[in-house]
């Protein structure tokens, strides 16, 4: 029994123990944390002089307050300066307390509490900005993000201060590098730095190192630090920069080239699109369908029309809309091909004056068809987003939407290579191009292979109108921007063979941005265009010529 009762005194001790313990800790936690309400409270009223020197004097010595507030290292200066920023901080015309825009009209609140003012003065206005002051305000909220745990935010905020260097930052940088662990925002922060010391009385040894540290960024933003600096080196330095700014446009030089390349690539991947359709009907069929470029223009607004409808009936979706704007797009020109084939092409086989008229007064009843319906006025297909922003590799420069239109141009090309090639459909459509009679005698529906060919043809067009749309107007004249240009594909390329409209399409896009920075965009233009002609006098049946009824 004497056991049992001295268990239960030992327990009931270690009970109350436990208890004493945890209310202690309570206590502890609490001292702390007004301990640290403490210290913000006093942190705030520490940096209030700073926030009303911001409504008194001139714009530099507003320009000195906002540097001293991203000095202090408040967490409340980035709002405030925010707030700055964006036109919300009120002062008196006189001089004294900020006071805080609050939502309801003529009410304000304390910029540092953000409690409601009930007696605010009479005399308040708006604190004004000006260029100088913006850019200070921007410099100093680069600053405050400078050691932000999202990487996003640092990257930016070291861009920022690369454009305006400020010797002043140089302590902060150092301390932010220190701790930067991300290889792309430590190469910036370290090209700030080295600004910096090329402002500064750095030794030389420092200032040769810093010029080694921007010559290789070997980017533009370099070459201007470079060529700035060398106006103002001494004369060791010098040689050293004048051979870096050597280097960076031989390098920049080398990236043009690329540059022009890759845009001649993605010209011609938005000409393959346009031209591949084309070249089908003009190959097979021999017709000079001047409404072609109506097709990729229906193509463009069957893509407004789906995405429109998928925000209304399932707005989580739009990003996905260009998936079911793609076969849309397809099935609807498609059909509208077969129609203008059966209605209208098939009565003038043999005839191509009468076929060009024909479809080139189609081609305007369908521009103004689109124009009652859905007005003269560009309609915005926007970019999903997959396909907004840029990248860059190395010097090159390019948009995601343009890298996404190359890539789907060759899957449309592949396929509708397998297609000609392995496909019952592509047999027959090589037989009639090859012989119409031999083809027509072994029991294949000639008539039907047309209206399926032009069905094909305006399909893709309808296609081409898709990827269209995510880089140009969706407008009725859409079309008649590529319709030329796709013509000039087929013919340069040879009728009829999809690699020749490959080829075709790259050269011509490769050979338009090589030539407009030196004769413009029109005269380059007239330029292809005489050296096409010049092209056809020799080769009149293009680069890889077919037999064929088109060219018999």
């Not at 006093?42 to 507003?62: H, S, T, W, Y």
């Not at 202090?72 to 405030?80: D, H, L, R, T």
């Not at 009565?347 to 103004?368: C, K, N, V």
């Not at 004769?519 to 037999?547: D, S």
Request: hydrophobic share 50%; with cysteine; charged share 15%.
């Amino acid at each position: 029994m004497q056991r049992i009762r001295k268990g239960r005194r030992v327990k009931a001790n270690g009970t109350r123990r436990a208890m004493y313990r945890a209310i202690q800790t309570f206590l502890v936690a609490l001292c702390l944390l007004v301990s640290c309400l403490a210290t913000g409270l006093r942190a705030q009223e520490d940096i209030r002089p700073l926030v009303d020197a911001l409504g008194v004097g001139n714009f530099p010595q507003k320009v000195e307050a906002v540097n001293a507030l991203a000095a202090s290292g408040n967490p409340k200066v980035a709002e405030i300066l925010q707030n700055l920023s964006d036109g919300k901080l009120f002062a008196p015309k006189s001089g004294g307390p900020v006071f805080l825009e609050g939502e309801a009209s003529g009410s304000y609140l304390d910029v540092l509490t953000g409690a409601a003012i009930g007696d605010a003065p009479g005399n308040l206005a708006k604190i004004r900005l000006n260029n100088s002051l913006r850019g200070a305000i921007s410099a100093a909220m680069s600053q405050l993000t400078l050691l932000s745990p999202d990487r996003s935010a640092r990257l930016a905020a070291a861009n920022d201060l690369l454009k305006d260097a400020n010797p002043e930052n140089l302590d902060l940088l150092n301390s932010a590098l220190a701790e930067e662990k991300d290889a792309e925002v430590k190469s910036t922060m370290e090209a700030v730095r080295a600004v910096i010391l090329l402002k500064t009385d750095a030794s030389f040894e420092d200032k040769k190192a810093a010029i080694d540290t921007i010559a290789a960024r070997g980017n533009r933003d370099a070459l201007t630090i470079l060529t700035a600096a060398a106006a103002t080196a001494p004369d060791e330095l010098r040689p050293g920069i004048e051979e870096s700014i050597r280097s960076i446009n031989r390098s920049l030089a080398l990236w043009d080239v690329a540059q022009n390349i890759w845009y001649g690539l993605s010209l011609g991947s938005v000409l393959l699109l346009a031209a591949i359709g084309l070249a089908i009907t003009f190959g097979v069929m021999g017709v000079i369908n001047m409404a072609h470029g109506e097709m990729v223009m229906l193509g463009a607004y069957t893509t407004y029309v789906v995405q429109q409808t998928v925000q209304a009936v399932a707005p989580g979706l739009v990003d996905y809309s260009l998936a079911f704007a793609v076969p849309m797009a397809f099935l609807f020109t498609g059909l509208v091909g077969v129609g203008i084939e059966r209605g209208i092409i098939r009565w003038l086989y043999g005839r191509p004056l009468e076929t060009l008229l024909a479809t080139w007064g189609l081609s305007l009843i369908l521009q103004q068809t689109i124009r009652t319906i859905f007005g003269p006025t560009n309609r915005q297909v926007d970019n999903p987003s997959w396909m907004s922003g840029t990248f860059e590799v190395g010097g090159l420069a390019s948009t995601w939407n343009r890298l996404w239109i190359i890539v789907f141009a060759i899957s449309v090309f592949i396929a509708l290579l397998l297609l000609l090639k392995r496909s019952k459909f592509g047999l027959q459509m090589r037989a009639v191009t090859q012989n119409r009679r031999m083809a027509s005698s072994m029991g294949i529906r000639t008539p039907w292979v047309d209206a399926l060919t032009f069905g094909l043809g305006s399909g893709i067009a309808g296609m081409a109108g898709v990827a269209l749309s995510q880089i140009d107007n969706v407008s009725p004249n859409l079309g008649q921007n590529y319709i030329i240009d796709s013509f000039m594909v087929v013919v340069f390329g040879g009728v009829g063979n999809l690699w020749g409209t490959l080829v075709g399409a790259l050269t011509l896009g490769i050979a338009n941005k090589f030539l407009e920075p030196y004769a413009g965009a029109v005269l380059g233009k007239i330029v292809i265009l005489i050296c096409i002609i010049l092209f056809i006098q020799r080769r009149p049946r293009g680069l890889f010529a077919l037999k064929g009824r088109a060219i018999e």
